[in-house]
């Protein structure tokens, strides 16, 4: 009898619960019911290695464990916390996927800037995001929008006062403890772009990351970007 799927989730703080409680939810309402996600402990072995996706969204302090246990079991990792240095495994023997962001519209925003930012060279670039609270450090989402349009992630704006949220950014009461909001302004030769990002609550990330597992296989070796993920028609 073949195992059920899993995705092993790397954390102990509330974003790796929510994720835990909602791929919980999922499998109760029979959406991928084949797939359950178990919390990270060390020695936990899986019953199927093919079957399985590690997904860290800690503080890091159990990503080199994780990292290690991935290449003894050539499992897939998804990194998604902020501020992870991933430069000393950077020849990974297993799929280690570098996520800034997991929600599927945003890395296909990505993709599309990264081919197109040739041409958007010349053009004064400004980026500002509004996050929860609670996140202490400018989201990866930002600084890789930053790095992708050729701008200083340093001069990143970034608020966290739930008065200017609600006022300013139309952050909705209940969404004030979990949201990510980026706007982005090109300006250049006499002209204002505007785009961004506007995400309230956290489905679209557990949707994300139920589609990350279900192309594990087409995933090669070695350390990627999401990013390149849709660059190469994987996702």
């Known amino acids: 009898m073949t195992e059920a799927g899993q995705i092993v989730i790397v954390g102990k703080g509330a974003f790796a619960q929510i994720f835990h409680d909602r791929l919980e939810k999922l499998a109760r309402e029979g959406y991928q019911t084949e ?27 159990e990503l080199s464990e994780a990292v290690a246990f991935c290449d003894a079991h050539q499992i897939p990792l998804v990194q998604a916390s902020s501020g992870m240095d991933l430069s000393k495994v950077r020849a990974a023997r297993f799929p ?10 945003v890395i296909k925003l990505m993709a599309c800037l990264e081919s197109g930012k040739t041409e958007l060279q010349g053009l004064q670039v400004t980026i500002a995001e509004s996050h929860q609270a609670s996140k202490k450090t400018v989201p990866s989402t930002a600084v890789k929008f930053a790095e992708i ?9 970034s608020v966290r006062d739930p008065k200017v949220q609600r006022k300013d950014w139309d952050v909705p009461e209940d969404a004030l403890e979990g949201h990510a909001i980026h706007r982005i302004r090109l300006d250049g030769q006499g002209a204002e772009l505007t785009l961004g990002t506007r995400i309230l609550g956290r489905e679209t990330y557990v949707h994300g990351l139920i589609q990350l597992y279900l192309v594990r296989q087409k995933l ?6 999401v990013v390149d993920l849709v660059h190469h028609g994987i996702l």
């Open 220 to 225: 090669e070796p070695g350390l990627q970007s």
């Open 149 to 157: 349009l050729g701008s200083d992630p340093s001069k990143i704006v």
């Open 96 to 105: 280690l996927i570098d996520a800034p962001n997991i929600s599927l519209p």
């Open 35 to 61: 797939l359950h996600p178990v919390a990270w402990k060390s020695g936990w072995l899986p019953a199927d290695p093919k079957a399985t996706l590690v997904f860290h969204c800690g503080s890091g302090r």
